[in-house]
């Protein structure tokens, strides 16, 4: 244990500014505008005419030291010792000249082996979880599950094809940390947990009970000790009550699959933002690939790709074309489990003679 | 180096492909590093992590673990099958707060990355789901080792647990033409608030700040914060004439007129005789989609600030939640106006913490007391600006109608 004597110092967040590009510190809040040269290629003109030239990279998330390494001598030998990412894992090299862009290009392609895109109407970089690798909670692993998607998908990080942008997360329990997203890949068990009532006394039980979404678990004393019970016919299998307590095992190997989602979006651009809906159901929850998840994902996508309009997201394009052509596009069927059962369900149907025959 | 390497047979499938492969990463780290421990420690780890991938199952559970004086910040990993895998049995992740706009200087990172190197596994993860750098791997003892050593150049623990979050913002005012406030400075400055809140964990459950620029809402800020900053502006949105011309020349009446003029969601645009855009303000909602499509030739007006909207979160546990508009429009000029931003953030949160139920989110709480309660609590008066539509129920007692009518006709005379 270390020997310091001095309390932590609650200093936290650092300073952004000890952080900026010197061009990004200069031109703060007076940047006039940006063009797109090249799929993952930027330029940001300010107000004084000042250039600034972003490429951006697909990074793997989770990183070695060489591998930061790498980045950082990259951003040394050509931005001036500055590098940012975004919000979906991409790495930016910034430089104000734009001489360097190509060879960024090829130190990025070659010494790190990471594609340049994730720009503009192009499919980014997914959003994920922990999963196996470190996660308390998952039932599958969204890293492996995200090498192999885009694995299969890198033309269209390294192209802007798509109508507009497509952010895809994908989540290993149904807390969902990867959050809404044009295309969605969650967990879905199949049935109720399993108790470990012996364990049971290592868990703060009000908080058990609490979480149930559905009111499903109640107390129940279990051979001479406190412990609960979960009412079948109430609960919905969705594990929140695993993250409260190790010991109401939710997972299953045998049985959970993967579901996925479509139409999420955060921004307010036009109709403002969506939540994502269920489009299929189901999936096999099948490591070291996932390929029928692959699958799913390229109906989605490629339908998309065919129909939608520029600058209209999945969620637009689909209730644009209707939920119909959207099931018929895709081959997904259309189930009873579609129709919402929630507190909003009203909101969910249709309640006009708006029909597309 | 004289150890056993575990094989990786369903692993090693995920070093194919294009797309730079984690698994190889964290390969190289075991066979490469110069440090023993960790070789032997990513061993272990791949194959816990081989294990997983052959049963379908996470082998990891929490504890606690954190570092003198804190109680949150650390994620303590303790594996079910250490005695299978011995060097990786410990595997906390230390989370620790990035600049505000994810900026780094390779000096900062690289000095991080030795003392990370020093007292951990090495392996790093920009960023977290939250928003943090994700140090992940090490033990209990060199948790407070490396915590120390960061602590002294300047980098503080993350929220963990129910407190409030690290922030996040988006690139906004150093780079992007859209920004309509100062991002990096409102993360900053309410988080860092909070810090007491951030490492002590004391509320019913997490509170979020995110912070976008505009209404692109690139951090995704109304659907994963409590606490949603969006930028926006009161006056007219500005435009260049010549650009649009420009752009028209370019691109083609018919594709101005399907791309950006009817795709205007409340019909505030129209091109005029001479490829000139008419733009009613009044009726524009600040939705960025024609400042997207043509960005040189219109900008966000000059009187700009943050709408704020309360209450987003994803869906433990009565669903999704979009934040809520609670404050239409702040100004964030002076000293005051920032002042006011922190006290707002003061308020919002003391009072969720005094009313919330455990494990309720602030969105959660809305939705149990009703938005009328909450704004009353927190000191806001109604604007129609929180609503899509009024309400539609006839079943509601008005008693104080009067009283709210001369209330808002008193507002609107002292606006």
Known sequence: ?357 | MAFDKHNTPMLDQLETGPWPSFISGIKRMRDDHPSETINKTINDLLGQLEHSYETRKGYWKGGTVSVYGYGGGIIPRFSEVGKSFPESKEFHTVRVQPPAGNHYTTAMLRQLGDSWEKYGSGLVTFHGQTGNIMFIGTDTVRTQDFFDEINDYGWDLGGAGPCVRTAMSCIGAARCEMSCLNEQKAHRLLVNNFVDDVHRPALPYKFKFKVSGCGNDCQNAIERADFAMLGTWRDNMKVDQEEVKAYVAKKGRKYITDNVITRCPTSALSLNDDDTLNVNNRDCVRCMHCLNVMPKALHPGDDKGATICIGGKRTLKIGDLMGTVVIPFKKLETDEDWESLVELAETIIDFWAENALEHERCGEMIERIGLVNFLEGIGIDPDPNMISEPRQSSYVRMDDWDEAAEAYFARKAEA
């Open chain 1, 1 to 357: 244990m270390s020997e310091s004597t001095m309390g932590p110092r609650n200093q936290g967040a650092p300073d952004y500014n000890l952080h900026l590009h010197p061009m990004m510190a200069k031109n703060y809040g007076k940047w006039d505008h940006h063009e797109r040269l090249k799929p993952g290629v930027i330029r940001y003109t300010a107000e004084s005419g000042d250039n600034l030239y972003v490429v951006r990279a697909g990074s793997p998330r989770t990183m070695s030291p060489a591998t930061v390494h790498k980045i950082c001598d990259i951003a040394d030998r050509f931005c001036d010792g500055f590098v940012r990412f975004t919000i979906r894992c991409n790495v930016e090299f910034s430089t104000d000249k734009a001489e360097n862009i190509e060879p960024i290009i090829k130190a990025v392609k070659e010494e790190l082996g990471f594609p340049i895109g994730g720009t503009g109407n192009s499919v980014s970089n997914i959003a994920h979880t922990q999963g196996w690798l470190h996660c308390n909670l998952p039932a599958t692993d969204a890293s492996g599950a995200v090498k192999a998607l885009m694995d299969d998908l890198i033309d269209e990080f390294e192209k802007e094809e798509m109508p507009n942008r497509v952010h895809i997360s994908t989540s290993c329990c149904q807390i969902n940390c990867g959050s809404h997203a044009d295309i969605s890949i969650i967990v879905q068990h199949h049935h109720a947990p399993r108790i470990d009532h012996k364990n049971m006394m290592i868990c703060e039980l009000p908080k058990v009970v609490a979480i149930c979404p559905a009111a499903a678990i109640r107390p129940k004393m279990m051979n001479g000790a406190t412990s609960v019970e979960v009412v079948e016919e109430k609960c919905m299998y969705c594990g929140a009550c695993h993250g409260q307590c190790p010991s109401m095992e939710i997972r299953d190997a045998d049985t959970d699959t993967l579901s996925i989602w479509v139409g999420g979006k955060a921004s307010s651009t036009r109709g403002g933002p969506s939540q994502m809906k269920l489009a299929v159901w189901g999936i096999p929850n099948n490591p070291p690939r996932w390929p029928e998840a692959s699958d799913a994902v390229r109906k989605i996508l490629a339908a998309y790709k065919e129909g939608g309009k520029p600058w209209e997201r999945v969620g637009e394009w689909i209730e644009r074309i209707g939920w119909a052509k959207f099931f018929e596009k895709t081959g997904f069927p259309f189930t009873r489990y579609h129709i919402e059962d929630g507190p909003d369900a009203l909101t969910t149907f249709n309640r006009s003679s708006h029909v597309r025959l």
